[in-house]
């Protein structure tokens, strides 16, 4: 599958975004929520899916928005960032 690069600005604004992911080997379009949470360090903008997905798939959604996701199984950041890198977006 393709790399997909999403525009995080227009994220961000909106609140949201939509991929296509693969659950349980079927490949979905699905909406991703945008919740921001205090910090420290201020204000980090959340990628929160509303449903279980995979690990490896949790990484790549991640790394195609380049904005921390918060699930079940926990918190990612994206490739080579780290969590207050995304502080005051």
Do not use: W
Not at 68 to 85: C, E, I, R
């Amino acid at each position: 599958m393709n790399e997909e690069k999403i525009d995080r600005e227009k994220s961000l604004k909106d609140g949201f975004f939509d991929l296509r992911v693969q659950r349980s080997g079927v490949y979905q379009q699905l909406r991703f929520k945008i919740v921001r949470e205090k910090s420290a360090a201020g204000s980090i903008p959340f990628i929160v899916p509303d449903r279980i997905i995979d690990l490896p798939e949790l990484l790549r959604i991640c790394n195609a928005a380049q904005l921390p996701l918060k699930s079940a199984t926990g918190v990612l950041v994206p490739k080579g960032k780290m969590l207050h890198d995304f502080a005051g977006l």
